[in-house]
């Protein structure tokens, strides 16, 4: 399928920390390293957000709500982008998305973050 492939989610204490990774079809890795990305995600019985941002320029932007604590960053030799997050909040608790900013293929499952003590 014409997706993006999440993987690194999981349940974490509040405070803790987790690495998310988003990997490419064969059919989009042309325009993987040059087009912006983001990292979505929705939590139950709440529209998707975006939480993170970052362009082929290498700039990034990111929700208020996660700025200093969420990190996102690629490898191009891989072409993959990561999303670092550090002093996980319960309210971080929803299914994390990649996908392109600008032009969005087929949405893949996500990888779910739950933050519970």
């Known amino acids: 399928q014409v997706q993006f492939l999440e993987s690194g989610g999981g349940l974490v204490h509040p405070g803790g920390s987790l690495t998310l990774s988003c990997k490419a079809s064969r059919m989009i890795l042309g325009t993987f390293t040059s087009t912006s990305m983001g990292w979505y995600r929705q939590a139950p019985e709440k529209q998707r957000e975006l939480v993170a941002a970052l362009n082929g320029d290498h700039s990034t932007g990111y929700l208020d709500s996660v700025k200093g604590r969420f990190t996102i960053s690629r490898d191009d030799a891989s072409k993959t982008v990561y999303l670092q997050m550090a002093s996980l909040k319960p309210e971080d608790t929803a299914v994390y998305y990649c996908?392109?900013?600008?032009?969005?293929?087929?949405w893949g499952r996500g990888t779910q973050v739950t933050v519970s003590s």
């Open positions: 996908n392109r900013i600008e032009s969005p293929v087929h």
